[in-house]
């Protein structure tokens, strides 16, 4: 077991060192990045599109980095938003690395990239522990997922600095409780803002890009009260990959009415080599 903690502890001091390089060569280059983390399905890739096309709208220049273990539909989807859009295929990685982002960023993303949305593979474990030089982490959870997975991911809720509601359109029928929601997600992460949103019936658009503006403007985004540390172990597989225990492949006032982040943001924790 000793040996699994030291390895899980490498793999992340080494990720860390990475992701503190592009955090910091980004930041030279004027470009905030926002991890977007949830489970399958959560309806990220509608939000995103809309987000993207706003932004477009607006003349904010923006691009998006978009993984999946297989298939090429994100992409194709975030594209008709007209923002540069990449797909990375993490073949049966369940994470995104701040290695893997720098390398894939290097002569794609366009110079004058002000925000660069990074949505992630469509899982709440492994995702949670990889910093990949974002300024803005973002966990969110459709009305159709429960109100205690905030406390079945508590590494993934505890370690957001914004928490997004999607599909609220549909929270009636899915019976969705969503004070017990909020309750459960103050529970590991005191303070952190929650957002309602809906693509269907746009509901909270472009709080997000309001948001991930505001960070790239200097404000300071919520400081969760968690330490970015493993809660468990993850050892390698047989392909190399990192997995832990019951590691998933498929696989206050915290009603938001628009106003930008205002708490602490955590100092750059945050790969090098864009040219």
């Known amino acids: 077991m000793c040996r699994e903690v030291e390895l899980r502890q490498a793999v992340l001091a080494k990720n860390d060192g990475a992701a503190q390089a592009l ?4 930041a030279a280059r004027g470009t905030t990045v926002v991890n977007l983390l949830s489970s399958p399905g959560s309806g990220k890739t509608a939000l995103l599109e809309r987000e993207l096309t706003l932004a477009r709208a607006r003349g904010v220049s923006v691009a998006a980095l978009t993984a999946d273990l297989a298939t090429e539909n994100d992409a194709t989807r975030l594209a008709r938003s007209g923002a540069p859009v990449k797909q990375v295929l993490t073949d049966g990685l369940c994470h995104l690395e701040a290695g893997m982002l720098g390398r894939h960023l290097d002569g794609w993303l366009p110079p004058d990239t002000r925000i660069l949305f990074v949505e992630n593979v469509g899982n709440l474990v492994c995702p949670a522990s990889y910093d990949l030089g974002e300024s803005l982490r973002v966990v969110l959870a459709s009305v159709t997922e429960g109100e205690d997975k905030p406390l079945k991911y508590p590494t993934a809720y505890g370690l957001a600095q914004l928490v997004v509601i999607t599909k609220t359109d549909i929270a009636e029928a899915a019976e969705f409780d969503e004070e017990a929601f909020r309750a459960n997600v103050r529970r590991v992460n005191p303070g952190v803002r929650i957002l309602r949103t809906s693509s269907r019936s746009t509901e909270g658009t472009g709080l997000l890009l309001d948001h991930a503006l505001a960070v790239a403007g200097g ?3 919520h400081t969760p009260v968690m330490s970015r540390q493993p809660q468990a172990p993850h050892v390698h597989d047989h392909d190399g990959h990192v997995h832990g225990p019951g590691h998933d492949h498929g696989h206050d006032h915290d009603h938001d009415h628009g106003h930008a982040p205002s708490e602490p943001h955590p100092a750059p924790a ?6």
């Open 219 to 221: 404000t300071r985004a």
């Open 23 to 26: 955090r910091s060569e980004l």
């Open 270 to 275: 945050a790969t090098a080599g864009l040219h």
